[in-house]
Nanobody
Framework: QVQLVESGGGLVQAGGSLRLSCAAS????????MDWYRQAPGKQRELVAR???????IYADSVKGRFAISRDNAKNTVYLQMSSLGPEDTGVYYC???????????????WGQGTQVTVSS
């Protein structure tokens, strides 16, 4: 079964940077979209950034110009480089991948367990 494991979260001061990673493992045939979501305390989970298998990207307006999503297809890994962080970026960051895997018909969404990002002012 496919698993996604995030890493790279932590505590950072406002204005600082962090790089999140999310590695997918298992019997993977292919991965199309890879996303980063975040959920702040008391708020709904929101899409932060998406990268397609053609390397097209989209970003939430709140992170444009500060965050950059990328992927390494050879490693089945997606990254989120976050810069100029502010307290409003605090939350649990989750990755999601749309995966075709051995033994499954069609593609399915797989989620990681989340990694905490805390930005202090």
């Amino acid at each position: 079964q496919v698993q996604l494991v995030e890493s790279g979260g932590g505590l950072v001061q406002a204005g600082g940077s962090l790089r999140l990673s999310c590695a997918a493992s298992g019997s993977i045939i292919s991965i199309s979209n890879m996303d980063w979501y975040r959920q702040a305390p008391g708020k709904q989970r929101e899409l932060v950034a998406r990268i397609t298998d053609g390397d097209s990207t989209i970003y939430a307006d709140s992170v444009k110009g500060r965050f950059a999503i990328s992927r390494d297809n050879a490693k089945n890994t997606v990254y989120l480089q976050m810069s100029s962080l502010g307290p409003e970026d605090t939350g649990v960051y989750y990755c999601k991948a749309v995966v075709k895997e051995v033994g499954w018909l069609g593609a399915r969404e797989c989620w990681g367990q989340g990694t905490q990002v805390t930005v202090s002012s």
